[in-house]
C-alpha cells in the first residue's frame, strides 16, 4: 500500500483556480494508475481524471478542457490544476492509487466554489 496525502483545497470564487496536490509516501512511478475522484453532498463518487503509469490521461467530460492532471515523479506527487472552476465542482476531492494489489486513498481535500 502506498499512504497519500491532498493539499490544496479551499474557497475560490467561480472562475477562479486551484491546484491540488496528492503526496505519497513512496515511489509512485511504476503505479498503474494515480486517480482524482470528488464527491458532493448527497452525491456519488465521481471519477474526475486520471493518469497512467505511461503518461496518458483521461477525464470526466464535466472537466475536459478545465481540468488537468500530472504526475511528478521525482516529487512521487500527483497534480490536478483546476482552471475556470464552477459551483458544481464543490466536493471533497480524493486522491487514489490503483494497481495491482494496491487500491490506496487519501483523506480527501474540500473545494468549494463560490458563485
Known amino acids: 500500500q502506498v499512504r497519500l496525502v491532498e493539499s490544496g483545497g479551499g474557497l475560490v470564487q467561480a472562475g477562479g483556480s486551484l491546484r491540488l496536490s496528492c503526496a505519497a509516501s513512496r515511489s509512485i512511478s511504476r503505479i498503474n494508475a494515480m486517480n482524482w475522484y470528488r464527491q458532493a453532498p448527497g452525491k456519488q463518487r465521481e471519477l474526475v481524471a486520471t493518469?497512467?503509469?505511461?503518461?496518458?490521461?483521461n477525464y470526466a467530460d464535466s472537466v475536459k478542457g478545465r481540468f488537468t492532471i500530472s504526475r511528478d515523479n521525482a516529487k512521487n506527487t500527483v497534480y490536478l490544476q483546476m482552471n475556470s472552476l464552477k459551483p458544481e465542482d464543490t466536493a471533497v476531492y480524493s486522491c487514489?492509487?490503483?494497481?495491482?494489489?494496491?487500491?490506496?486513498w487519501g483523506q480527501g481535500t474540500q473545494v468549494t466554489v463560490s458563485s
Open positions: 493518469i497512467t503509469s505511461g503518461g496518458s490521461t
Open positions: 487514489n492509487a490503483r494497481g495491482y494489489s494496491l487500491d490506496s
